[in-house]
């Protein structure tokens, strides 16, 4: 079984708990784009675990991967590497010789461009992800395979130095001792990351030739991707589900089932357009029925109404096959619940996503009322996990069947509370494991 999973939305839709779900039934779990920006979350018997390298799926599979297309802060990936085996002693953790490392300059240099943004700032998580990117694109990054090789690491700093020297004027960059001490930080977290560097998109393709199952956790959301989002207020790398075969090595041919994962509200943390937002008592109440902080930054996220528009568009770019629905607990909890229709200008509709901030203007957005299924108690949760959508209150099953008939998939999953045991299984393969 080959399966990719992929946010719907800005991130955060519950990504995490899908796939710490779903990595029970797969044996290798593979990351391969973002870095320490996302943030998942999973709330087991055990306790809460939060992640940003490691993938949500290192509680339970055997073995997770980092990709190359990833981007990593060695030093950071040693703790995270430390926190997943306290959590599962047994995990093999692999990481990519080629994927990209984040350094102290990048995360210093991330806070620069968004200074120098102005009114253009994208709200950036400031974790350096940005400009690692950059230097990617710029063949001028460091990967993870220069990390044992401390002249070449000091070339490849003093060059990104030369580059972007008027970001770093006047800054402790600029003086040879702190690139020296970059240096040494980087070559020691080398050392400790050298016994998991490997060949990752062999050691996956291999996996596959020998019939094991994998699955792909995407990071972020599609509308942060940085082609088919709404950019610029996007991250840097691509996020959609066809990301994964540049980002780990694995042909996209070989994967079985897409699961798009959709938050039942929408919420996003930094600028850019969100036609569907709420202000004011709304979203505050939204805002902490749904605890909508970040995972990494701690930001107030901004909220708002599950937009149909945005998700067709999503489910069409990512080649969905099955959605996972989550958040449908809190979503009740509000004395009113809306879903977006459908975008109008000047009375007519307007097909395909906004953008564009100017686009918002004059825009119509236009929705469809759901009475509130109110707040569930632990026992009636059980009770539609046994039995189904049938014991769903009606206007949660009405809901359910919205989402399913505007976007021409089916619920695969639906998620009623952050713990593992509180999600219905729908689809009939993934019930199985086969
Ligand atoms: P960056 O990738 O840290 O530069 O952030 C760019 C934009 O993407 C900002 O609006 C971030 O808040 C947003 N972003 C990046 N990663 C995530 C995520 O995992 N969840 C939600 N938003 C994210």
Redesign the pocket.
């Known amino acids: 079984m080959i399966t990719a999973v992929v946010g719907l939305q ?3 839709e519950g990504k995490g708990k899908i796939v710490d779900f779903l990595s029970e039934m797969h044996q290798v779990v593979v990351k391969f784009n ?1 870095g320490r ?3 998942h979350t999973v709330v087991t018997q055990a306790g809460t675990f939060k992640f940003h390298l490691i993938p949500s799926g290192s509680l339970r599979a055997k073995e997770v991967i980092l990709a190359n297309g990833m981007t990593i802060d060695p030093i950071f990936l040693m703790e995270e590497i430390k926190n997943a085996k306290a959590a599962n002693p047994a995990i093999v953790v692999r990481v990519s010789r080629l994927a990209h490392v984040v350094t102290e300059l990048h995360t210093f240099l ?1 806070k620069c461009e968004e200074e120098a943004r102005g009114e253009f700032k ?6 350096g ?2 400009p690692t990117y950059e230097d990617k694109y710029a063949r001028t990054g460091v990967r993870m395979d220069d990390l044992g090789n401390p002249d070449i690491l000091k070339a490849k700093l003093q060059l990104i130095i030369k580059m972007k020297g008027t970001l770093l004027h006047g800054s402790k960059y600029e003086d040879q001792a702190e690139v020296d001490r970059i240096v040494r930080e980087l070559h020691e977290a080398g050392k400790a990351v050298s016994e998991y560097l490997c060949d990752t998109e062999i050691m996956i393709n291999s996996h596959f030739s020998e019939g094991m199952s994998i699955l792909f956790e995407g ?3 599609t509308m ?1 991707d940085v082609d088919f989002g709404m950019y610029p ?4 790398s691509n996020t959609i589900s066809g990301t994964l075969s540049v980002s780990s090595g694995f042909s996209f041919r070989k994967v079985g089932k897409v699961i798009g994962v959709v938050k039942t509200y929408m919420s ?5 357009p969100f036609p569907t937002e709420l202000h004011g008592p709304k979203a505050d109440t939204l805002r902490e029925i749904g605890h909508e902080y ?1 995972t ?2 701690g930001r107030p996220r901004r909220v708002g109404w599950l937009d149909l528009q945005l998700l067709k568009y999503a489910v069409m770019i990512n080649d969905v096959d099955s959605l996972a629905l989550t958040s449908l607990d809190t979503l009740g909890q509000l004395d009113q619940i809306r879903v977006a229709t459908g975008y109008y200008r000047d009375g007519e509709r307007i097909e395909g996503i906004i953008r564009k901030n100017d686009d918002l203007k004059g825009l119509e957005v236009r929705y469809a009322e759901f009475s509130p299924w109110g707040k569930l108690s632990d026992e009636d949760i059980m009770k539609i996990v046994e039995n189904g959508i049938e014991a769903m209150p009606p206007s949660m099953k009405e809901f359910v069947r919205t989402i399913e008939s505007a976007t021409g998939r089916s619920a695969g999953f639906i998620s009623l509370g952050n713990r593992r045991e509180k999600t219905l299984v729908l689809d009939p393969a993934l019930k199985s494991g086969a």
Do not use: C, M, P, W
């Open positions: 800005f991130g955060d973002g920006n996302a943030g991330d994208i709200g950036t998580t400031a974790k992800i940005g990071s972020h959301g942060l207020y996007v991250t840097s996003r943390v930094g600028e850019g970040g990494t930054t």
